[in-house]
């Protein structure tokens, strides 16, 4: 969602528009040294009566350069942390010569800067012990001290504004606490707030912003930072989150450093650049969000994704003499001095991928990333991230689990594994649970729908949001060889009649009814499902084929039969069948065509089905998206 802030300014040119915002995620060297010769700000102490507390208070304020009772000014009110007063931005932050850099910079919009003491009680010196429960309670009286004394006093001393779109409140760790909570608390009188590595004080998210939209309408600027390395990250990371998830716009800067005034000074020179003046927090973010792959091992940077994915891949192989990244194409890699190859791809798609290093011709797996067993081998894999892929986040809800088990199939004389996802709450209960038989593509196992498909995540989700009922999960391996003849369908029909469905009933309680099993796969699944599932609609009531239909003209004689067998029976299939969902990745994906032709023949004979396109090709992008879609049909 893009949101232009500062509803006063309208048509702005983009060029004007791109300078009104800093184009560096970090400070430059130098922008905290006092320089000589250009114009400096003036440093007030103030005294005002502070009914809230009974006691008169100081705070100070930065006038800015060429300040004049004659001009009106907006207000940044910035408070300080935990171990802090008044003094403490002065005193570790130099806030004053950061601001007259960056006016004679031209980067700054004219402003008062208040520092006032946020510890709200009659003795507020940062003495004795800061942790002390009365110390403690007085950061959140300052609210009132804050709204009821300090402002009133402020606007009667200097000419400031005195609407909210002329306010700003932000603080670092104790002080980012108090921002966010008075900030978003009183839209009423601050449109732009930050907080900077905000503290344990801080509310949780829900309590923050109990309604996104009068957020997304009234805040101009809201801004969250912290250090990679703060202790306290948790707290504004879980705050991004949920405004993510409520697609309240915001900017969510992480950068090198601790909890510490290296950070914060950082967070002051950039923040106070976006005040007061239009902001377009979307290409903001895009410039910034660029990062490590979440599928990449601990540590490793590369694969590193640009803001348009792009990805940059870095490997290290001196003796080598080719080497190459194969993901959707070949991309030459360029090796330097030190024996590193880099390259750069082009923009990926969103979602998860299956990617190589080709070495001198040698395919090989990334030993930067995770791997995966897909394409018939383990393969490196990358997650490009997804503004849409909300549905299958980890989210503070409760989860289920995924179990592994052995059995002993009596179909091929030979022990095999399958994975089940069992719903939050399974071991605590006597319910009796449907069950979905989820079945992964060809060169995939049973390993598929459990880590490329986060079925897990999907489910709890969806369980949680009450769109899907509590179900069982079984996804087991449907490699039996074959190819794609009629002998390896044959065989996995067998297999989940006479072993899969007997091992789940008789180990786990589950429906043992037709109405209580649904069967689904993609792709080579999908043709599985197909097999077994038209001809044993007296033991599944759900059908769900992802991505597949028969293959012409190698299955003529496979998908011939069947549809003698459904024109005969199709009174009875669609008497059973309590959904026959199918669902296709678009015109790009690969089976589009042999499926168009089945479903054609399904309309030929009445039998009845429904379809779902989702773009995105023959990819795990599509297929998450399936399970997302048919899980709700399921057992209702």
Same mark, same amino acid.
């Given at each position: 969602?893009?949101?232009? *802030?500062?509803?006063?300014?309208?048509?702005?040119?983009?060029?004007?528009?791109?300078?009104?915002?800093?184009?560096?995620?970090?400070?430059?060297?130098?922008?905290?040294?006092?320089?000589?010769? @250009?114009?400096?700000?003036?440093?007030?102490? =103030?005294?005002?009566?502070?009914?809230?507390?009974?006691?008169?208070?100081?705070?100070?304020?930065?006038?800015?350069?060429?300040?004049?009772?004659?001009?009106?000014?907006? =207000?940044?009110?910035?408070?300080?942390?935990?171990?802090?007063?008044? +003094?403490?931005?002065?005193?570790?932050?130099?806030?004053?010569?950061?601001?007259?850099?960056?006016?004679?910079?031209?980067?700054?919009?004219?402003?008062?800067?208040?520092?006032?003491?946020?510890?709200?009680?009659?003795?507020?010196?940062?003495?004795?012990?800061?942790?002390?429960? $009365?110390?403690?309670?007085?950061?959140?009286?300052?609210?009132?001290?804050?709204?009821?004394?300090?402002?009133?006093?402020?606007?009667?001393?200097?000419?400031?504004?005195?609407?909210?779109?002329?306010?700003?409140? *932000?603080?670092?760790?104790?002080?980012?606490?108090?921002?966010?909570?008075?900030?978003?608390?009183?839209?009423?009188?601050? *449109?732009?707030?930050?907080?900077?590595?905000?503290?344990?004080?801080?509310?949780?998210?829900?309590?923050?912003?109990?309604?996104?939209?009068?957020?997304?309408?009234?805040?101009?600027?809201?801004?969250?930072? #912290?250090?990679?390395?703060?202790?306290?990250?948790?707290?504004?990371?879980?705050?991004?989150?949920?405004?993510?998830?409520?697609?309240?716009?915001?900017?969510?800067?992480?950068?090198?450093?601790?909890?510490?005034?290296?950070?914060?000074?950082?967070?002051?020179?950039?923040?106070?650049?976006?005040?007061?003046?239009?902001?377009?927090?979307?290409?903001?973010?895009?410039?910034?969000?660029?990062?490590?792959?979440?599928?990449?091992?601990?540590?490793?940077?590369?694969? +590193?994704?640009?803001?348009?994915?792009? =990805?940059?891949?870095?490997?290290?192989?001196?003796?080598?003499?080719?080497?190459? =990244?194969?993901?959707?194409?070949?991309?030459?890699?360029?090796?330097?001095?030190?024996?590193?190859?880099?390259?750069?791809? $082009?923009? @990926?798609?969103?979602?998860?991928?299956?990617?190589?290093?080709?070495?001198?011709?040698?395919?090989?797996?990334?030993?930067?990333?995770?791997?995966?067993?897909?394409?018939?081998?383990?393969?490196?894999?990358?997650?490009?991230?997804?503004?849409?892929?909300?549905?299958?986040?980890?989210?503070?809800?409760?989860?289920? $689990?995924?179990?592994?088990?052995?059995?002993?199939?009596?179909?091929?004389?030979?022990?095999?594994?399958?994975?089940?996802?069992?719903?939050?709450?399974?071991?605590?209960?006597?319910?009796?649970?449907?069950?979905?038989?989820?079945?992964?593509?060809?060169?995939?196992?049973?390993?598929?729908?459990?880590?490329?498909?986060?079925?897990?995540?999907?489910?709890?989700?969806?369980?949680?949001?009450?769109?899907?009922?509590?179900?069982?999960?079984?996804?087991?391996?449907?490699?039996?060889?074959?190819? +794609?003849?009629?002998?390896?369908?044959?065989?996995? *029909?067998?297999?989940?009649?006479? #072993?899969?469905?007997?091992?789940?009933?008789?180990?786990?309680?589950?429906?043992?009814?037709?109405?209580?099993?649904?069967?689904?796969?993609?792709?080579?699944?999908?043709?599985?499902?197909?097999?077994?599932?038209?001809?044993?609609?007296?033991?599944?009531?759900?059908?769900?084929?992802?991505?597949?239909?028969?293959?012409?003209?190698?299955?003529?004689?496979?998908?011939?039969?069947?549809?003698? +067998?459904?024109?005969?029976?199709?009174?009875?299939?669609?008497?059973?069948?309590?959904?026959?969902?199918?669902?296709?990745?678009?015109?790009?994906?690969?089976?589009?065509?042999? #499926?168009?032709?089945?479903?054609?023949?399904?309309?030929?004979?009445? @039998?009845?089905?429904?379809?779902?396109?989702?773009?995105?090709?023959?990819?795990?992008?599509?297929?998450?998206?399936?399970?997302?879609?048919?899980?709700?049909?399921?057992?209702?």
């Amino acid at each position: 969602m893009k949101k232009i *802030a500062y509803l006063t300014v309208i048509g702005i040119l983009p060029a004007l528009l791109a300078l009104s915002q800093p184009a560096l995620k970090h400070s430059p060297a130098g922008f905290d040294t006092y320089r000589a010769g @250009i114009a400096h700000g003036k440093l007030d102490t =103030v005294t005002y009566d502070s009914k809230t507390v009974g006691s008169k208070r100081r705070a100070v304020v930065y006038l800015p350069p060429g300040y004049t009772a004659k001009k009106t000014y907006p =207000v940044l009110y910035l408070l300080h942390g935990i171990g802090g007063d008044e +003094f403490e931005w002065l005193n570790q932050g130099k806030p004053q010569v950061i601001l007259d850099n960056l006016y004679a910079d031209k980067k700054l919009e004219p402003m008062i800067v208040v520092l006032p003491n946020g510890r709200a009680m009659k003795d507020d010196r940062a003495t004795g012990n800061i942790m002390a429960p $009365d110390k403690v309670a007085a950061f959140a009286t300052f609210e009132h001290d804050l709204l009821d004394d300090l402002i009133p006093f402020i606007q009667k001393k200097y000419p400031d504004y005195t609407d909210r779109e002329h306010r700003a409140l *932000a603080g670092l760790s104790m002080g980012g606490g108090q921002s966010l909570n008075f900030g978003l608390g009183n839209l009423d009188k601050f *449109a732009w707030v930050g907080g900077f590595s905000s503290a344990p004080n801080t509310k949780k998210p829900e309590e923050l912003v109990p309604d996104p939209d009068a957020a997304k309408s009234k805040l101009k600027l809201l801004w969250i930072s #912290c250090g990679d390395h703060d202790g306290l990250m948790s707290f504004s990371k879980r705050t991004h989150d949920y405004l993510e998830q409520k697609n309240v716009p915001h900017i969510f800067s992480v950068e090198p450093g601790i909890h510490d005034f290296k950070v914060w000074k950082n967070d002051l020179y950039l923040f106070s650049q976006f005040l007061f003046k239009p902001v377009d927090i979307d290409r903001y973010n895009a410039m910034i969000k660029g990062g490590p792959a979440s599928t990449n091992i601990r540590g490793s940077k590369y694969p +590193f994704i640009q803001p348009d994915h792009r =990805v940059i891949f870095r490997f290290k192989a001196p003796d080598a003499q080719k080497v190459q =990244v194969d993901l959707g194409k070949k991309y030459d890699m360029v090796k330097d001095t030190a024996g590193y190859w880099t390259a750069t791809t $082009d923009s @990926i798609g969103e979602g998860f991928h299956y990617y190589s290093l080709i070495i001198d011709g040698v395919a090989t797996t990334d030993p930067a990333s995770q791997t995966f067993y897909g394409m018939g081998r383990m393969a490196s894999g990358i997650e490009i991230p997804f503004d849409g892929g909300g549905y299958y986040a980890v989210k503070n809800v409760p989860h289920g $689990d995924i179990r592994i088990k052995t059995y002993f199939s009596t179909v091929t004389k030979s022990w095999r594994r399958l994975f089940i996802y069992t719903p939050p709450g399974y071991d605590a209960s006597q319910v009796k649970y449907p069950a979905l038989y989820i079945l992964h593509g060809g060169g995939e196992d049973e390993t598929g729908w459990a880590t490329q498909g986060k079925t897990d995540m999907i489910m709890d989700n969806l369980i949680a949001a009450r769109q899907a009922k509590p179900m069982l999960v079984v996804m087991p391996d449907a490699n039996f060889g074959g190819g +794609f003849g009629e002998a390896g369908l044959k065989t996995f *029909a067998s297999e989940i009649k006479q #072993c899969i469905i007997p091992f789940i009933e008789k180990n786990y309680r589950v429906d043992r009814t037709a109405q209580g099993r649904a069967l689904a796969g993609l792709s080579m699944g999908g043709l599985n499902t197909l097999y077994t599932g038209i001809y044993n609609t007296d033991t599944f009531s759900y059908l769900g084929v992802f991505s597949s239909g028969w293959i012409l003209p190698v299955q003529n004689t496979i998908a011939g039969t069947q549809y003698d +067998f459904m024109k005969k029976n199709a009174a009875k299939i669609n008497s059973n069948l309590k959904a026959f969902w199918i669902a296709m990745g678009g015109k790009e994906d690969i089976a589009y065509k042999n #499926c168009q032709v089945m479903l054609g023949k399904l309309d030929e004979m009445k @039998i009845k089905h429904t379809y779902y396109e989702y773009p995105g090709g023959h990819t795990w992008p599509v297929w998450r998206n399936d399970l997302y879609k048919f899980a709700p049909i399921l057992f209702k």
